[in-house]
């Protein structure tokens, strides 16, 4: 466990650092756990016993001291998903079946084959990913009414191009509130969380100066429960396992990829380094564990890491304390989220998309290598175009072709003929 080897020359000092880290990574959470559940397709209070549960368990048994999980922006184009063809019932299973893999991706030693993914296809899945969170709010933001979620890009551009005419001026005026606030806190207020400071003030405004003006948690979803639910096994059948298997695999893989990369970010603040393995049956823990209270699939999450470690964060117990946070705040204030309008969430997802994109990375990959390029484009088109599946298989098949392709020509092989022996030697360039 990450504690054994974190309490060898724990102090009260260190203590204290941990509790302030957990404090303000869970203050973080609260906003995003919310987001990233409305946006899946599922009730909002579910990203909130997913930060809980999966947030503690991850921190207690993953392979990076520094690690913060829960809902994360990567996972929304799949849940979405699975939740528009199967139900939220069968997310659940289909999380329960994503923490066995882990487990077993663990237990296998593959931990340290993901971190050979190439670059061109991580930079593309992510760039694709991002697009589809970001268009996938311009409905939110818009406030227009009647229209369906669907599952993939064109149909939600068709979906919102259809009912543009619908459009609600209150949920345009709070969503352009709550992008000021969040572009301002990054410039004025750096350390303050802006996300839930966009969320205070716009809700604010919407509830004093137009209120029943727009959609908000209340209105759609009604009564929010502001207790942790009690442990409910879900419904497996083998003809469930079937169907929910490949689901399942994706939930897997991305989280799998996604909880490295945090992790491999964690060790560059740090100075440490992380036991990719054991993170990945920490990350299979968790997953299991949260279906059984309702909760959404959990991954690493790079950037309420990051906050973790700024904010002086020196073991796992910042972890678990952002969990505890979060679960005071859904006993004690949990009731005044039915206030929140769902155009609030808009921006701070597009906000999160963009900052997902990579585009720095993105824009060099494309302008270096034509292979390189070649690959990026084809995994981003087919992430966003179709599915994150596709995308990455794709991007694998073809980075693999064209690695063959440049090995086989810049082999030379020669022979020398020397005493009556043959000696074959290969030169491998670069």
């Known amino acids: 466990m990450n504690f054994k080897a974190s309490f060898r020359s724990y102090t009260f000092a260190r203590f204290q650092r941990d509790l302030m880290a957990g404090l303000i990574v869970g203050i973080v959470a609260i906003p995003l756990g919310i987001a990233f559940a409305v946006a899946s397709g599922v009730r909002p209070e579910y990203g909130i016993y997913t930060t809980i549960v999966a947030g503690a368990l991850i921190s207690l048994f993953g392979g990076s001291k520094y690690q913060i999980g829960g809902p994360t922006g990567a996972f929304v184009p799949i849940l979405l998903g699975i939740v528009l063809n199967y139900g939220y019932e069968n997310l659940l299973i289909a999380g329960f079946l994503a923490g066995i893999m882990l487990i077993l ?33 311009i409905a939110n933001f818009l406030g227009l009414r009647n229209v369906k979620k669907k599952e993939g890009f064109i149909a939600n551009m068709e979906e919102i191009i ?28 750096p350390k303050f969380p802006a996300p839930l400071f966009g969320l205070f003030v716009s809700t604010l405004v919407a509830v004093f100066f137009f209120p ?12 929010i429960s502001t207790q942790l639910p009690s442990i409910q096994f879900p419904k497996i059948t083998w003809e469930k396992i079937m169907t929910l298997l490949p689901p399942a695999l994706s939930i897997a893989l991305l989280g799998g990829i996604e909880s490295l990369l945090s992790a491999v970010v964690a060790d560059r603040m740090s100075g440490e380094k992380h036991r990719s393995n054991k993170e990945l049956i920490g990350q299979g823990i968790a997953n ?21 470690i700024k904010s002086g964060a020196t073991s796992p117990v910042a972890g678990v304390t952002h969990s505890m946070v979060v679960l005071l705040v859904l006993w004690l204030f949990f009731d005044y989220a039915a206030y929140i309008p769902l155009a609030c969430f808009a921006p701070i997802l597009m906000v999160i998309a963009w900052k997902m994109s990579e585009r720095k990375e993105f824009m060099h990959i494309l302008k270096s290598k034509k292979s390189d390029a070649a690959i990026l484009t084809v995994t981003f088109l087919l992430t966003v175009l179709i599915d994150l599946v596709v995308g990455v298989g794709c991007g694998l098949l073809l980075a693999s072709i ?19 022996q043959v000696i074959i030697l290969f030169e491998l360039k670069d």
Request: charge should be positive; charged fraction near 10%; hydrophobic fraction near 45%.
């Open 402 to 420: 064209l690695c063959c392709i440049k090995i086989a020509k810049t082999i030379k092989v020669k022979k020398d003929l020397t005493n009556k």
């Open 212 to 223: 029943n003006q727009v959609d908000t948690i209340g209105s759609v979803y009604g009564k």
């Open 162 to 189: 259809i009912h543009l005419e619908t459009f609600n001026i209150y949920s345009i005026v709070t969503a352009l509130i709550c992008f000021s606030v969040l572009w301002l806190s990054s410039f004025y207020f």
């Open 288 to 308: 299991i564990a949260t279906p059984l209270f309702g909760g959404i699939p959990a991954t690493g999450a790079i950037a309420r890491t990051a906050t973790n």
């Open 105 to 137: 991706m663990g237990i296998m030693k593959l931990g340290n084959l993901i971190s050979y993914i190439p670059q061109p296809v991580t930079i593309g899945f992510t760039a694709g990913i991002a697009v589809t969170i970001f268009s996938g709010q």
